[in-house]
Nanobody, 118 residues
Framework: VQLQASGGGLVHPGGSLKLSCQAS????????MGWYRQAPGKERELVAT???????RYADSVEDRFTISRHNARATLDLQMDRLRPEDTAVYFC?????????????WGQGTQVTVSS
C-alpha cells in the first residue's frame, strides 16, 4: 500500500484548504484511515480518523472546523480544513491501517506542508 498526499500550501488565517490522499497498491487491504500532523518541535498528533464504515473522530482542536471523508471505491481520503488558524501550521500526513493479509501494518504518506500565516 502506498499513500500520496497533496493539497498543502500557504493560506491566510480564516481561510480554507483541502488535503487529499490517494492510496494505491493493495487498497482493499486498507481499514481505518486518518490524518495526522506534526508542527516544528512537536510530536506528531492525530487530527481526524475515519473507519471503513464512515465513523469519524476529530481532535478537539479541529472539531467543527475540519471534515474528514473517504471514498472507498476510489481509495481516496480527504480533509477539508476551514477557518484555519496559525496553530494549524504543520506537516500533515495521511495514515492507513492494514487488514486481512496486512493486519497489524501501518502505512504513512509522505506529508504535505500547511502554513497558516498573514
Amino acid at each position: 500500500v502506498q499513500l500520496q498526499a497533496s493539497g498543502g500550501g500557504l493560506v491566510h488565517p480564516g481561510g480554507s484548504l483541502k488535503l487529499s490522499c490517494q492510496a494505491s497498491g493493495a487498497t482493499v487491504s486498507i481499514a481505518d484511515m486518518g490524518w495526522y500532523r506534526q508542527a516544528p518541535g512537536k510530536e506528531r498528533e492525530l487530527v481526524a480518523t475515519v473507519t471503513t464504515g464512515g465513523t469519524t473522530r476529530y481532535a478537539d482542536s479541529v472539531e467543527d472546523r475540519f471534515t474528514i471523508s473517504r471514498h472507498n471505491a476510489r481509495a481516496t481520503l480527504d480533509l477539508q480544513m476551514d477557518r484555519l488558524r496559525p496553530e494549524d501550521t504543520a506537516v500533515y500526513f495521511c495514515k492507513a491501517k492494514g487488514r486481512y493479509d496486512y493486519r497489524g501494518q501501518v502505512f504513512w504518506g509522505q506529508g504535505t506542508q500547511v502554513t497558516v500565516s498573514s
